[in-house]
């Protein structure tokens, strides 16, 4: 059965600290995986990942992908309030279909 | 650039009341989905649909029903509305790339 693991469930941290988010996965024909930021409504995009060990970096967020370990990160340097949000981590398509697999999320808390 | 649409925004039912989420996309994408959030949780695929007239379940579809009669339209329907369909819905849209999604349904069912 396809599945996306992400840990920490949660994470309260003070502002400046960094943070790494966690995503493993075990899908059918892995096509790339997603880096989303859900704030009070709908999940905004970060990054897709599809290549082992290339890094995406927008600003101070950046992810990496392990297809042999089936692993991705995602690292947020000197946090800021505005960075409390759930982050989902998603992966697709599966069985031959554009269809993504979510994770719980991560849901990071950043104190002032 | 109008995106995903869905609408209501929120919604109240009662018990064994039916209702439809509308969702429209301008984007001319071919897969359309459905996801339910719960409170803490991530996103459960409902149903999906990778073209007009074509429609699959996803991992939780009991409960709901789909059409995808135009390739921007793709409605969700509650029949029989229970309290369990309490839930944040999403509708969302791609093509080869990252999916769009529209800006939620909150739905409580009493």
Redesign the interface.
């Known amino acids: 059965e396809d599945k996306v693991v992400q840990s920490p469930l949660s994470l309260v941290v003070h502002e400046g600290d960094t943070v790494t988010l966690n995503c493993s996965y075990e899908v059918t024909n892995f096509r790339s995986l997603l880096w989303y930021k859900q704030e009070k409504k709908a999940p905004t995009f970060l990054f897709m990942l599809t290549s082992s060990g290339i890094e995406k970096k927008s600003g101070r967020l950046s992810s990496i992908l392990d297809k042999k370990e089936l692993f991705s990160i995602l690292n947020i340097t000197a946090t800021q309030t505005g960075d409390s949000a759930i982050y989902l981590c998603a992966v697709g398509p599966t069985s031959g279909t554009y269809k993504y697999i979510f994770g719980t999320g991560t849901r990071l808390k950043v104190l002032a | 650039n109008a995106g995903v649409t869905q609408t209501p925004k929120f919604r109240i039912l009662k018990i064994g009341q039916s209702m439809t989420l509308q969702c429209t996309q301008d984007m001319n994408h071919n897969?359309m989905?459905w996801?339910r959030q719960d409170p803490?949780?991530?996103?459960?695929?409902i149903y999906?649909s990778?073209g007009a007239g074509i429609t699959?379940k996803?991992e939780v579809p009991n409960g709901y029903n789909v059409s995808r009669s135009t390739t921007e339209d793709f409605p969700l329907r509650l029949e029989l509305a229970a309290p369990s369909q309490t839930s944040v819905y999403?509708c969302a849209s791609?093509?080869?790339?990252?999916?769009?999604?529209?800006?939620?349904t909150r739905l409580t069912v009493v």
């Open positions: 897969y989905y996801y803490g949780m991530g996103l459960k695929l999906y990778v699959d996803g999403f791609n093509e080869v790339t990252e999916a769009f999604f529209g800006q939620g």
